[in-house]
């Protein structure tokens, strides 16, 4: 039987969340400024010192991710993008998630990313965070240079939001992190469903080895 989260657990959590939003506020501050690519490398900074230091890291503690840090695609401004978010069908999709039961996903809306992907993503909402949007991506790359199940560009109850106004959301696909799940099965994640399936290759973000 598992054992259930301690307090201490749940404060750890807590702490991961709070020094995530703050490496995100920092990048949409390098943005504002008209530094993306430098506020992308402070965030990898950041991502790469709490999965290597903190206690509620998905790595296991032998992985040599701890000390090479993780593997990124080169920054490209080509997959950054500002695009509306525009209306789609209501569509309610349940998903599994281990110990936390079934988290349900509510499609908000439709994002069309032009070239070099070209291609449309689904928006969805948490029923169960209040209704933080949730944008994941599986594209080209998938099974081979990043995780089989997708990478995550979106997901604001996590502290993971590059910026918008009006009904403008920013997607920066350099951003696209891999899910818990791709560093211990122990975790259960949301993965990228149809509407979140591109056939483009997003050589963008993170990827599953260092570069040769």
Do not use: I
């Not at 560093?183 to 056939?199: F, K, S």
């Amino acid at each position: 039987m598992t054992t259930p989260p301690s307090a201490a657990d749940h404060l750890e959590l807590v702490d991961w969340r709070q020094r995530m939003d703050a490496a995100f506020a920092l990048a949409r501050a390098a943005a504002a400024s008209g530094d993306p690519a430098g506020g992308h490398a402070t965030w990898k900074a950041a991502r790469d010192d709490l999965f290597r230091t903190h206690p509620q890291s998905p790595l296991p503690a032998d992985d040599p991710l701890r000390e090479t840090g993780l593997p990124w695609f080169d920054y490209d401004p080509a997959y950054r993008f500002s695009v509306p978010v525009r209306p789609a069908p209501a569509e309610t999709r349940p998903v599994v998630v281990g110990e936390d039961g079934t988290l349900e996903l509510r499609r908000s809306g439709v994002v069309e990313l032009p070239d070099p992907v070209g291609a449309s993503l689904d928006v969805w909402s948490l029923a169960q965070y209040g209704g933080g949007l949730f944008v994941p991506l599986r594209d080209g790359t998938a099974g081979r240079e990043s995780y089989g199940g997708g990478r995550y560009l979106l997901d604001t109850a996590k502290g993971a939001w590059l910026g918008g106004h009006g009904d403008e959301v920013v997607l920066d696909l350099n951003f696209a992190y891999h899910p818990s799940c791709r560093y211990d099965p122990r975790w259960q994640c949301p993965l990228a469903p149809p509407g979140n399936t591109v056939e483009a290759r997003v050589e963008a973000g993170e990827r599953l080895a260092h570069p040769a």
